[in-house]
């Protein structure tokens, strides 16, 4: 103890030494567990592995019974949906170019008066988007599908007219890619050899396919509103809505105590007006009033489901 005293300096060295050098090992053992443990996890894992890899696969009744029941609902439920949209798509059916002429008649006479009678304003020379075709007859290649897109886009506007819109200012639809080709012409007959027999290859069709048409119309927001839930809701064919731009007609609010905003109130009856109401108070209404400019491109989507092979 009297050393200590003596040397404070060097008996406080050596304690510390001494603790840091207990510290160290403690940490050391604990490191080395932890090692140990390591090890032995790693070693049983290689070994695990190797007995996988050298192990030869067998069936297993029960899963493969599972894996078969699963291919099968899984078969079931995309031939369901399959079938579900067969029906939403109108169907091509053969028709001639004269035909088709016809039924765009029809179809724009019809359109008309229903507009008439329901108050709808519609463009001059009003025609579906089939402006080419109603004094020239399309080609007899694409007349069945223009049959098939009057009818969508027919729909269309009658559902638009019956949602009591205010007008529809516009109808644009883009042509179809049949249209704009050239018709095939027949091929010359060339001598070939008899062994040697050569099918021209058909270009495969999409699964899944889609027109358009672009439809812009003034309404209110209810008329606006019922029309696209119907749109997006409809059975007979599949539809759409890619595009919607809303626009209100009148883009600056009323003025504040601006007189010619204000809906006055109904005049009291002679003898019941009191002297403190000589001047007649008004209410400016803002909200339910709007009408809307609205444009939409709505997808006329078709589905081309190859045939199933009878087994």
């Given at each position: 103890m009297n050393w200590f005293q003596q040397n404070r300096v060097l008996g406080s060295f050596l304690v510390a030494f001494g603790l840091a050098t207990l510290l160290?090992?403690?940490?050391l053992f604990h490191e080395k567990s932890r090692a140990n443990e390591a090890h032995a996890r790693l070693e049983a894992t290689v070994n695990e592995l190797t007995r996988l890899r050298r192990g030869m696969p067998f069936p297993n009744a029960e899963n493969l019974s599972k894996t078969r029941t699963q291919t099968e609902a899984y078969r079931a439920s995309l031939l369901a949906l399959e079938e579900e949209l067969?029906?939403?798509?109108?169907?091509?059916?053969?028709?001639?170019?004269?035909?088709?002429?016809?039924?765009?008649?029809?179809?724009?006479?019809?359109?008309?008066?229903?507009?008439?009678?329901?108050?709808?304003?519609?463009?001059?020379?009003?025609n579906l988007g089939f402006d080419p075709y109603a004094t020239s007859l399309p080609n007899s290649d694409v007349a069945p599908r223009l049959g098939q897109q009057l009818r969508a886009i027919e729909w269309v506007v009658n559902t638009l007219?019956?949602?009591?819109?205010?007008?529809?200012?516009?109808?644009?639809?883009?042509?179809l890619p049949e249209e704009k080709a050239a018709p095939t012409p027949p091929p010359r007959p060339t001598r070939a050899?008899?062994?040697?027999?050569?099918?021209?290859a058909r270009p495969a069709e999409k699964i899944v396919d889609s027109t358009s048409v672009e439809l812009a119309f003034a309404s209110s927001p209810a008329g606006a509103r019922r029309f696209l839930n119907q749109v997006a809701a409809a059975k007979d064919q599949f539809y759409v809505i890619r595009t919607l731009v809303i626009k209100n007609q009148v883009d600056k609010g009323p003025k504040r105590g601006g007189?010619?905003?204000?809906?006055?109130?109904?005049?009291?009856?002679?003898?019941?007006?009191?002297?403190?109401q000589s001047k007649q108070p008004s209410i400016t209404f803002i909200v339910g009033t709007e009408h809307?400019?609205?444009?939409?491109?709505?997808?006329?989507t078709r589905f081309n489901f190859p045939e199933k092979e009878v087994r």
């Amino acid at each position: 103890m009297n050393w200590f005293q003596q040397n404070r300096v060097l008996g406080s060295f050596l304690v510390a030494f001494g603790l840091a050098t207990l510290l160290s090992l403690l940490f050391l053992f604990h490191e080395k567990s932890r090692a140990n443990e390591a090890h032995a996890r790693l070693e049983a894992t290689v070994n695990e592995l190797t007995r996988l890899r050298r192990g030869m696969p067998f069936p297993n009744a029960e899963n493969l019974s599972k894996t078969r029941t699963q291919t099968e609902a899984y078969r079931a439920s995309l031939l369901a949906l399959e079938e579900e949209l067969k029906t939403r798509i109108y169907p091509q059916l053969p028709l001639q170019p004269n035909e088709f002429q016809a039924q765009l008649r029809l179809a724009v006479n019809s359109v008309s008066d229903r507009a008439a009678a329901n108050k709808v304003q519609l463009p001059a020379n009003f025609n579906l988007g089939f402006d080419p075709y109603a004094t020239s007859l399309p080609n007899s290649d694409v007349a069945p599908r223009l049959g098939q897109q009057l009818r969508a886009i027919e729909w269309v506007v009658n559902t638009l007219i019956d949602a009591h819109v205010d007008a529809l200012t516009g109808l644009v639809r883009p042509p179809l890619p049949e249209e704009k080709a050239a018709p095939t012409p027949p091929p010359r007959p060339t001598r070939a050899p008899a062994t040697r027999t050569s099918k021209p290859a058909r270009p495969a069709e999409k699964i899944v396919d889609s027109t358009s048409v672009e439809l812009a119309f003034a309404s209110s927001p209810a008329g606006a509103r019922r029309f696209l839930n119907q749109v997006a809701a409809a059975k007979d064919q599949f539809y759409v809505i890619r595009t919607l731009v809303i626009k209100n007609q009148v883009d600056k609010g009323p003025k504040r105590g601006g007189p010619e905003a204000a809906t006055p109130l109904p005049t009291p009856p002679p003898g019941r007006v009191s002297p403190g109401q000589s001047k007649q108070p008004s209410i400016t209404f803002i909200v339910g009033t709007e009408h809307l400019d609205v444009a939409t491109r709505i997808e006329i989507t078709r589905f081309n489901f190859p045939e199933k092979e009878v087994r």
